[in-house]
């Protein structure tokens, strides 16, 4: 399957997923407390597939566009309802009920990331050892101390047992800029408390990359062996194939894939004699590296993916995978708060926004690499999807909240004007947000971001 079909066929799984959950949500708890749904619809537009079960009222839809769905109930605002129904109209049932009904689709998105993540630590996650392999001269990471070879043990007292574990927790104390203690181990063994005070971060990097890379450290870097090559990019077309391993650049010796990225990079445009191995066999091909530029710099590029890497895998058992996945998830939700507030006070770019595009192209990636990497992506855009259903904008759960509070607070409902005036304003707002992402990611498709 190509990336194309790939991202196309992971955007589709997903949607699919977190849309049916979300509307299951409001669909099983409207039915509970008494609401009869009339149609539970997962995609808009023509119907291309509904059935009925016997003895309910409920009409089971797939729509043609399979982004969103809907949960008809019946509403004697919406429709004119006989009077042998009234006991399940929605706008009659109590503040409480509809109240409950609205917040289950968010809820039930919550639910499914703490599923997903679960199911994660269950499974076991390939990871690298939280060993440092190269520290970045002048960073943060250097300035407190660290070294080549440590070995990371724990962060303010919580035990470290991969690369990745941690990595919210960080990220959550670098937005706050706090102080965090890492205990790490040398090369030699040593024990050592190692302090990093993230006030002395650049802000505008978090969110943007990994937060052990803005703190100036890397793990160490995987072999240079060639996994994929792009398509009529320069090591396609010089003869290089997968599983192919980088010997020498022009004689100098490629130890990791580090060094070949480095050296590639630090050559653009200019034609290269490649020592490789391919099957035990020592061969040579000669290359010539494209050209890209990024802040006013020339790069090369030889247009092949690195080899993944995972010297060790993250483990847990039923019952110890409940409450990691809850801390994994409330760190997660917050991040993603807290980078939608700096965002809207100018303290993170609006660049970091994503619309459609970008997330296809992410769920093709991570539906290639596998049920783990595809399962924490549906994790995080479901909570995503909760959260932005959340906020106060009418025609989101979130603005059909906000009417709910306003009327326990004055003892009836807004006026109908306030909710038609609402509602053009949470349309607005709503396709301003998309506007945004969607120029987000053509500049991304463009190179640009």
Same mark, same amino acid.
């Given at each position: 399957m190509s990336g194309f079909g790939y991202s196309l066929f992971g955007f589709l799984v997903a949607i699919a997923i977190l849309v049916t959950i979300h509307e299951f949500g409001h669909f099983w708890v409207a039915r509970k407390l008494g609401v009869t749904v009339t149609k539970f619809s997962v995609g808009f537009g023509?119907?291309?597939? $509904?059935?009925?079960?016997?003895?309910?009222?409920?009409?089971?839809?797939?729509?043609?566009?399979? @982004?969103?769905?809907?949960?008809?109930?019946?509403?004697e605002r919406v429709e004119e309802v006989p009077e042998s129904e009234l006991d399940g109209a929605f706008n009659r049932k109590p503040l409480w009920v509809r109240t409950a009904v609205v917040f289950a689709g968010p809820a039930f998105n919550?639910?499914?990331?703490?599923? +997903?993540?679960?199911?994660?630590?269950?499974?076991? &996650?390939?990871?690298?050892k939280p060993i440092v392999g190269d520290v970045q001269s002048d960073s943060l990471a250097e300035r407190a101390g660290f070294e080549s070879g440590d070995t990371?043990?724990? /962060?303010?007292g919580r035990d470290v047992l991969t690369w990745s574990d941690q990595?919210?927790?960080?990220?959550?104390? +670098?937005?706050?800029?706090? =102080?965090?203690?890492?205990? /790490?181990?040398?090369s030699s063994g040593e024990a050592r408390q190692i302090e990093l005070d993230f006030a002395q971060i650049d802000q505008s990097l978090i969110g943007q990359r990994p937060i052990t890379s803005v703190i100036g450290i890397w793990p160490p870097s995987p072999p240079a062996i060639l996994t994929r090559l792009v398509p009529g990019a320069p090591a396609d077309t010089a003869g290089l194939k997968s599983d192919d391993e980088i010997l020498r650049i022009n004689g100098e010796l490629i130890g990791d894939w !580090?060094? @070949?990225?480095?050296?590639? $990079?630090?050559?653009?445009?200019?034609?290269? &004699?490649?020592?490789? @191995?391919? !099957?035990? /066999?020592?061969?040579?091909?000669?290359? =010539? =590296? !494209?050209?890209?530029?990024?802040?006013?710099?020339k790069y090369g590029q030889m247009g092949a993916y690195h080899p993944a890497f995972e010297n060790t895998v993250y483990q847990?058992?039923?019952?110890?995978?409940?409450?990691?996945?809850?801390?994994y998830n409330w760190r997660m939700t917050v991040i993603t708060l807290r980078s939608l507030w700096?965002?809207?006070? &100018?303290r993170m770019?609006?660049?970091? @926004?994503?619309?459609?595009i970008t997330i296809a192209r992410m769920a093709g990636d991570t539906a290639e690499s596998g049920l783990i990497d595809f399962l924490k992506f549906l994790a995080i855009i479901s909570i995503s999807l909760g959260l932005l259903n959340l906020l106060p904008i009418p025609v989101l759960d979130g603005g059909h909240l906000l009417y709910f509070l306003i009327e326990a607070i004055k003892g009836s409902p807004p006026s109908e004007t306030l909710m038609i005036r609402g509602q053009q304003l949470g349309i607005g707002l709503l396709i301003l947000l998309m506007s945004v992402a969607f120029y987000n990611d053509i500049m991304r498709l463009l190179g640009v971001i």
């Open positions: 023509k119907t291309i597939l $509904s059935w009925r079960r016997k003895n309910d009222p409920t009409e089971y839809v797939i729509g043609l566009i399979p @982004l969103g769905g809907y949960v008809k109930m019946v509403d919550f639910l499914f990331a703490i599923f +997903a993540i679960w199911m994660v630590f269950l499974i076991g &996650a390939p990871d690298l990371l043990v724990g /962060v303010d990595q919210f927790y960080l990220m959550h104390q +670098a937005m706050k800029s706090k =102080t965090v203690d890492v205990a /790490v181990e040398g !580090s060094e @070949l990225v480095n050296t590639v $990079s630090s050559l653009p445009g200019e034609t290269l &004699a490649i020592d490789f @191995l391919r !099957s035990g /066999v020592e061969r040579q091909v000669e290359m =010539t =590296t !494209s050209i890209v530029e990024a802040d006013g710099k847990l058992g039923p019952l110890a995978a409940i409450p990691a996945s809850l801390d700096r965002m809207l006070t &100018a770019s609006s660049e970091n @926004l994503s619309g459609p």
